[in-house]
């Protein structure tokens, strides 16, 4: 027996667009600003070592950058760079390590790993990166994916057996 169809609320099926568009893109395209050893020079950072000044953001992001992850999003290079300082000045330590990177036409993608010390615990991230960039080669577009929950509260006692039991609920 079939059942009936239930009506979809469609509001709660509309979602932000997967890919932004920052600005039209001039015909021909121009070549971003930066290339893969500046990518991968901005996502390296070993433990005890300062992360990027503000003087490079500024380089390769735009004044308009969109920025988005598991935890936040952020409208303007000012209040990224607040967000990236934020999390540096949060945490005891980091460090960021890329993997593979990709640069096609007007996006980037930056596979990465990121470790954080906090009051004596570490916590590490595997995540991703897709950068776009505008009409002049800058990013303007930043959006990070990763796994918050798990390499958060996973080694928290309580948290971490609810969190492993909700993953295998709903994964497994």
């Given at each position: 027996m079939a059942l009936p169809c239930c009506p979809i609320q469609t509001s709660l099926l509309q979602r932000p667009p997967l890919r932004r568009e920052c600005h039209p893109e001039p015909d021909p395209p121009i070549a971003p600003v930066v290339d893969t050893a500046q990518l991968r020079a901005l996502f390296s950072k070993p433990y005890g070592a300062p992360g990027p000044s503000q003087a490079q953001w500024r380089e390769l992001y735009a004044e308009d950058v969109h920025f988005s992850d598991p935890t936040q999003e952020r409208?303007?290079?000012?209040?990224?760079?607040?967000?990236?300082?934020?999390?540096?000045?949060?945490?005891?330590?980091?460090?960021?390590?890329?993997?593979?990177?990709?640069?096609?036409?007007?996006?980037?993608?930056?596979?990465?790993?990121?470790?954080?010390?906090?009051?004596?615990?570490?916590?590490v991230y595997p995540g991703t990166t897709r950068l776009l960039f505008n009409g002049e080669g800058r990013i303007c577009d930043h959006r990070d994916y990763f796994d918050f929950v798990g390499p958060t509260f996973g080694p928290v006692p309580l948290l971490g057996g609810f969190v492993r039991w909700l993953y295998g609920r709903f994964v497994g």
């Amino acid at each position: 027996m079939a059942l009936p169809c239930c009506p979809i609320q469609t509001s709660l099926l509309q979602r932000p667009p997967l890919r932004r568009e920052c600005h039209p893109e001039p015909d021909p395209p121009i070549a971003p600003v930066v290339d893969t050893a500046q990518l991968r020079a901005l996502f390296s950072k070993p433990y005890g070592a300062p992360g990027p000044s503000q003087a490079q953001w500024r380089e390769l992001y735009a004044e308009d950058v969109h920025f988005s992850d598991p935890t936040q999003e952020r409208e303007g290079i000012a209040a990224y760079i607040a967000a990236q300082e934020g999390l540096l000045k949060r945490c005891d330590d980091t460090y960021l390590t890329p993997g593979a990177i990709a640069i096609e036409g007007s996006s980037a993608f930056v596979e990465w790993e990121m470790g954080l010390r906090i009051k004596g615990i570490e916590f590490v991230y595997p995540g991703t990166t897709r950068l776009l960039f505008n009409g002049e080669g800058r990013i303007c577009d930043h959006r990070d994916y990763f796994d918050f929950v798990g390499p958060t509260f996973g080694p928290v006692p309580l948290l971490g057996g609810f969190v492993r039991w909700l993953y295998g609920r709903f994964v497994g």
